[in-house]
């Protein structure tokens, strides 16, 4: 299943237009994130909120994972403070990866961002988070933190956001997005063999792991008759009939 290091950032001194940071508000839709990412079966692993943008990097680069996701707000220059409205989805020049995820991401938040032709996917040549690190990855700036229009539309719709951009991830992986769901715990019932846990809720799907009769796992999603399921680190999908 698709592996996430989720990137909050960790600018505290960014502040906001009327009260809060840039740092507070990217983790609190990570945090909201989290759910669907569960529930959805993309594990993720977030960033450390005492490192700086290096640090992230260095942790994202010590171990594989998919997709590199940043999560920003923007400022004006000076001149223009408080003028500047929209939302910018950044890409590595070079990956097509990279442009598709963020064109997939930009055009969901069309959708919910009220000024939707000022939604636009960009190339860049200068931000670390996505030309340095070696998953495919995307630093989106959710809006201008310094307009107040910008500013209350982000901190009204956290939640409406964070779904967004889950399922943004899921048209990317090719896998389909699942409210969440309370994470609960079940019990394999089979005749007696093994059951196959997929990479796909559909017996098309690749077998990437077994869990035997009697074992005891984790589900976080279901949906048309299949469960999201983790099952000794091994996350996919079961049919829901054979589990209690």
Not at 37 to 50: A, K, T
Not at 148 to 167: F, G, M, P, T
């Amino acid at each position: 299943m698709p592996k996430v290091f989720l990137s909050p950032s960790t600018q505290e001194w960014n502040q906001y237009a009327t009260e809060g940071n840039e740092e507070l508000y990217m983790n609190r839709l990570a945090d909201k994130m989290e759910p669907y990412l569960r529930s959805s079966g993309i594990i993720f692993v977030r960033n450390d909120p005492e490192r700086n943008v290096n640090g992230a990097i260095q942790d994202s680069n010590a171990d594989y994972y998919d997709v590199h996701f940043a999560l920003h707000s923007n400022a004006a220059p000076q001149n223009l403070a408080g003028r500047l409205r929209g939302i910018d989805v950044y890409f590595a020049p070079k990956s097509r990866y990279s442009e598709n995820l963020a064109n997939i991401t930009a055009n969901n938040l069309k959708s919910i961002y009220p000024l939707p032709e000022k939604v636009r996917a960009l190339p860049t040549d200068y931000l670390g988070e996505v030309l340095r690190t070696k998953a495919v990855a995307v630093l989106c700036e959710l809006g201008y933190h310094d307009n107040y229009a910008d500013e209350a539309w982000l901190k009204n719709n956290l939640e409406s956001i964070a779904r967004n951009l889950v399922r943004s991830l899921c048209d990317y992986f090719g896998i389909p997005f699942i409210s969440p769901i309370p994470v609960r715990r079940g019990t394999v019932r089979t005749n007696g063999s093994g059951l196959n846990i997929r990479s796909y809720p559909s017996l098309e799907g690749r077998i990437i792991g077994s869990a035997p009769n009697g074992a005891s796992l984790t589900i976080t999603g279901e949906i048309n008759g299949w469960y999201v399921v983790n099952y000794h680190g091994i996350t996919g999908y079961s049919k829901s009939v054979f589990i209690s």
